[in-house]
């Protein structure tokens, strides 16, 4: 899951229903790509940031660090 993403929403006060509405997405969309089930297109990405305030590169991160 991308806890990042869920954390940002629930901080400013979003349910998933009422953040996809303010970015344009149906709930269902949004929630696969909070879930890392979907890529969002750079569309959405960049209106999902800005309803955020958010301006760093890694909120769609979804990688795990690699152990050598």
Do not use: C, W
Not at 35 to 42: A, D, H, I, V
Not at 55 to 63: E, H, L, R, T, V
């Amino acid at each position: 899951m991308r806890a990042k993403l869920q954390r940002l929403r629930e901080a400013q006060g979003f349910t998933q229903q009422t953040f996809s509405a303010a970015v344009g997405a149906s709930r269902s969309h949004y929630s696969q790509i909070e879930t890392g089930e979907k890529q969002p297109s750079l569309k959405l990405a960049l209106r999902i940031k800005r309803a955020l305030n958010y301006y760093g590169d890694d909120i769609f991160d979804n990688a795990t660090p690699v152990r050598k």
